[in-house]
């Protein structure tokens, strides 16, 4: 028994499961056998294995009329051709599998019009988006089959990449998984005046990174037994903004890649397979203040982070980016265009405002933990009628995380965005990488975390948010809670 077998089995016997899960994704793909194979066969061609390229999703910039920004969003089924033969049924937004990059600016009034085609009800949320609760699409916000339901709002905060999705209360795996995820990438003054790549398909790129498994008539595979539901189902196939193993032909410049995790239990350990170093310009919400130089990069799911790779010595040069943890390739850059620009990747990107810990007025502790057989947030589970936290609105508060297991989750909060001040009790375990804004952070194995906030401008005692771990079998057996800001 390896050890990860070893760690299955004692939190499935913590909460009462039997461990023969045997035919879970969880126990196949944790075989770490694909490191051996990338390390020889660096220095070779890759132009067999990587044979489709990357499919760039549509840059949507809405219709503005009397000064609103207008995006009209249908959901609907499609079918899919990931292998050279065969189809599978997938849903997408205005397309057969995810959706476009909707481009909003700060400041400007947006209605994102969700048309349901899909026959069966669902909702879409903005994560990362800071809206009021009415707008946020979360599970209180239905869409009945046939209906159009719209988020309207004022873009009000930093420039960032976040995303949209479904949010159906037990359902949002398996929405998800059908293909419902599009990429929503706020500009401000601050992303405009930056000297950053920003040719959208060109040198500024979207990773959307998701695992898949698939039967043998390519069909989705996603029928999670109880023990995928416990540990989060895992893929064995792995695309790139839905193409499995694509390429993308780029510049001899500075290429900045926007990656999303937007897989549903899936952490990686982002890499390239030759050791390249990157550097990390952006958090889920907004710019770090320095470029911070990193050589992997982890993100749970729903975590973003935004990246620039100096790849303008590298005429010629082919570099395969990888997930670690799987030891899997995921995308080959062939460095083969002559670049037409250059950037020089400023020092300081931004400056962010840093609440005081001092200045808190209330601390707020969440316990992740397995209670008869359910994951649960201070020992219970979501339910829709009931409020789990009131939050005063301008109030600077601390949110402790605390993850009493023995398994990786994540706690992500609606509408809001955060900093982190402390990892296991210490501000020194906080990464560079990690010091801008989120709205998603992932708290491995026994760990904890603590967050400060401020929930701003939107109050509305009848509607809640919610907080939940965005692990989303586990967000759909109800690992979740509500609150709301008054
Ligand atoms: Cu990605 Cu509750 O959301
Ligand atoms: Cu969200
Ligand atoms: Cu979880």
Same mark, same amino acid.
């Given at each position: 028994?390896?050890?990860?077998?070893?760690? +299955?089995?004692?939190?499935?016997?913590?909460?009462?499961?039997?461990?023969?899960?045997?035919?879970?994704?969880?126990?196949?793909?944790?075989?770490?056998?694909?490191?051996?194979?990338?390390?020889?066969?660096?220095?070779?061609?890759?132009?067999?294995?990587?044979?489709?390229?990357?499919?760039?999703?549509?840059?949507?910039?809405?219709?503005?009329?009397?000064?609103?920004?207008? *995006?009209?969003?249908?959901? =609907?089924?499609?079918?899919?051709?990931?292998?050279?033969?065969?189809?599978?049924?997938?849903?997408?937004?205005?397309?057969?599998?995810?959706?476009?990059?909707?481009?909003?600016?700060?400041?400007?009034?947006?209605?994102?019009?969700?048309?349901?085609?899909?026959?069966?009800?669902?909702?879409? @949320?903005?994560?990362?988006?800071?809206?009021?609760?009415?707008?946020?699409?979360?599970?209180?916000?239905?869409?009945?089959?046939?209906?159009?339901?719209?988020?309207?709002?004022? +873009?009000?905060?930093?420039?960032?990449?976040?995303?949209?999705?479904? @949010?159906?209360?037990?359902?949002?795996?398996?929405?998800?998984?059908?293909?419902?995820?599009?990429?929503?990438?706020?500009?401000?003054?601050?992303?405009?005046?930056?000297?950053?790549?920003?040719?959208?398909?060109?040198?500024?790129?979207?990773?959307?990174?998701?695992?898949?498994?698939?039967?043998?008539?390519?069909?989705?595979?996603?029928?999670?037994?109880?023990?995928?539901?416990?540990?989060?189902?895992?893929?064995?196939?792995?695309?790139?903004?839905?193409?499995?193993?694509?390429?993308?032909?780029?510049?001899?410049?500075?290429?900045?890649?926007?990656?999303?995790?937007?897989?549903?239990?899936?952490?990686?350990?982002?890499?390239?397979?030759?050791?390249?170093?990157?550097?990390?310009?952006?958090?889920?919400?907004?710019?770090?203040?320095?470029?911070?130089?990193?050589? =992997?990069?982890?993100?749970?799911?729903?975590?973003?982070?935004?990246?620039?790779?100096?790849?303008? =010595?590298?005429?010629?040069?082919?570099?395969?980016?990888?997930?670690?943890?799987?030891?899997?390739?995921?995308?080959?850059?062939?460095?083969?265009?002559?670049?037409?620009?250059?950037?020089?990747?400023?020092?300081?990107?931004?400056?962010?405002?840093?609440?005081?810990?001092?200045?808190?007025?209330?601390?707020?502790?969440?316990?992740?933990?397995?209670?008869?057989?359910?994951?649960?947030?201070?020992?219970?589970?979501?339910?829709?009628?009931?409020?789990?936290?009131?939050?005063?609105?301008?109030?600077?508060?601390?949110?402790?995380?605390?993850?009493?297991?023995?398994?990786? @989750?994540?706690?992500?909060?609606?509408?809001?965005?955060?900093?982190?001040?402390?990892?296991?009790?210490?501000?020194?375990?906080?990464?560079?990488?990690?010091?801008?804004?989120?709205?998603?952070?992932?708290?491995?194995?026994?760990?904890?975390?603590?967050?400060?906030?401020?929930?701003?401008?939107?109050?509305?005692?009848?509607?809640? *948010?919610?907080? @939940?771990?965005?692990?989303?079998?586990?967000?759909? =057996?109800?690992?979740?809670?509500?609150?709301?800001?008054?």
């Amino acid at each position: 028994m390896n050890r990860r077998q070893f760690l +299955v089995t004692s939190i499935a016997s913590a909460l009462g499961l039997s461990a023969c899960g045997g035919g879970s994704n969880e126990v196949k793909s944790s075989n770490n056998d694909g490191s051996a194979t990338n390390n020889g066969e660096s220095g070779e061609s890759h132009s067999t294995e990587f044979q489709k390229s990357l499919f760039i999703p549509e840059e949507y910039k809405g219709v503005t009329e009397a000064g609103i920004t207008s *995006y009209n969003l249908n959901l =609907q089924q499609g079918s899919s051709n990931f292998f050279n033969s065969g189809s599978t049924a997938t849903w997408g937004i205005n397309s057969n599998y995810l959706g476009p990059t909707l481009r909003l600016r700060k400041g400007n009034k947006v209605a994102i019009n969700y048309r349901n085609k899909l026959g069966e009800e669902t909702t879409m @949320h903005g994560h990362g988006m800071h809206l009021p609760a009415k707008m946020d699409g979360g599970p209180h916000q239905m869409i009945k089959a046939d209906e159009t339901w719209t988020s309207t709002y004022t +873009v009000n905060q930093h420039a960032c990449t976040n995303w949209y999705h479904p @949010h159906l209360m037990g359902k949002t795996a398996e929405h998800v998984m059908k293909g419902l995820a599009g990429l929503m990438i706020i500009d401000d003054d601050k992303s405009e005046s930056l000297d950053l790549p920003n040719r959208y398909g060109i040198d500024d790129i979207p990773l959307i990174i998701q695992d898949r498994a698939f039967n043998s008539d390519h069909s989705f595979n996603y029928n999670p037994s109880r023990m995928d539901r416990m540990m989060g189902w895992k893929g064995d196939t792995f695309m790139v903004n839905g193409v499995i193993k694509p390429y993308i032909d780029l510049e001899a410049k500075q290429i900045r890649f926007r990656i999303l995790n937007g897989s549903n239990a899936r952490v990686y350990n982002f890499a390239f397979v030759s050791g390249k170093s990157f550097k990390q310009i952006a958090t889920d919400n907004s710019f770090l203040e320095h470029p911070v130089e990193l050589t =992997q990069l982890r993100l749970s799911p729903a975590e973003r982070a935004e990246i620039v790779v100096d790849f303008s =010595q590298d005429m010629g040069k082919e570099e395969i980016f990888m997930d670690k943890d799987s030891g899997k390739n995921l995308l080959l850059a062939n460095i083969k265009n002559v670049a037409t620009i250059s950037n020089t990747l400023p020092n300081t990107l931004i400056s962010l405002p840093a609440l005081n810990p001092d200045d808190a007025v209330n601390t707020r502790s969440f316990t992740l933990s397995g209670n008869r057989g359910r994951l649960v947030i201070n020992g219970q589970s979501m339910d829709m009628k009931v409020i789990n936290e009131t939050v005063p609105l301008n109030a600077i508060e601390i949110w402790e995380v605390t993850n009493t297991m023995g398994m990786v @989750h994540n706690f992500h909060i609606h509408a809001t965005h955060f900093q982190l001040i402390e990892r296991n009790g210490s501000a020194n375990h906080i990464a560079d990488n990690e010091k801008g804004f989120k709205d998603t952070v992932m708290i491995p194995p026994n760990e904890s975390v603590k967050l400060i906030l401020k929930m701003t401008d939107y109050s509305d005692n009848s509607s809640p *948010y919610i907080y @939940h771990c965005h692990i989303l079998e586990h967000e759909d =057996q109800g690992m979740m809670g509500q609150f709301v800001v008054v």
